[in-house]
């Protein structure tokens, strides 16, 4: 799995002119979900998210505080498998989804989104992971938005801050390559 955290002011999820959720101070996840994935790393995704240290602390530490020690919220973002188009939408409550995250661009000018798992399977394991964020920090902190729906992000970026976090067995793979 992969994921883009943003330190954020606000962000908000809006669906054919309708809000789907919002949040103040915290992150936003633009999270994709590979094939290969599992529940595995939907865990270790949601654990990172919420202890990454993104915040100065109020001792003027820099980087010392979570998402959890200030007391923000956190929006996912649901994963949108582009080839399984079933119109099924429902909301858990606001997390970002986002298959893009997972394109190819190695090949020519137009993107190959093979790279992300699609549809009941993605979504469940999407819902899993949101699952585990909720579980992880408290549930009415933690927002979605729609699964294959096309939604528009609103956000005002604290920062900027963005990061790139992933989990899985490419992960593990480049590591023992390296060492």
Same mark, same amino acid.
């Given at each position: 799995m992969k994921a883009i955290?943003?330190? !954020?002011? *606000?962000? *908000? /999820?809006? /669906?054919? %002119?309708?809000? /789907? +959720?919002?949040?103040? %101070?915290? !992150?936003? !996840?633009?999270a994709a979900v590979a094939p290969g994935d599992t529940q595995k790393e939907a865990d270790a995704l949601a654990a990172k998210l919420l202890k990454m240290k993104l915040w100065d602390g109020e001792d003027g530490a820099?980087? +010392?505080?979570? !998402? %959890?020690d200030i007391h923000g919220e956190v929006l996912c973002g649901r994963q949108s498998p582009c080839f399984d188009i079933t119109n099924d939408l429902q909301s858990a409550g606001a997390t970002v989804s986002q298959f893009t995250l997972l394109a190819s661009t190695k090949k020519g000018s137009k993107p190959d989104f093979h790279g992300a798992m699609g549809g009941a399977q993605a979504k469940e394991l999407y819902d899993y992971f949101f699952s585990r964020v909720q579980q992880g920090y408290s549930s009415d902190r933690v927002k979605d938005g729609l699964f294959q729906a096309m939604m528009e992000v609103g956000l005002i970026n604290d920062g900027p801050v963005t990061l790139e976090i992933s989990t899985g067995p490419r992960n593990s793979e480049a590591s023992s390559k390296a060492g």
């Open positions: 955290l943003q330190r !954020v002011i *606000s962000a *908000s /999820v809006t /669906v054919d %002119k309708q809000l /789907v +959720s919002s949040i103040g %101070k915290g !992150v936003l !996840v633009f820099r980087w +010392s505080q979570s !998402v %959890k």
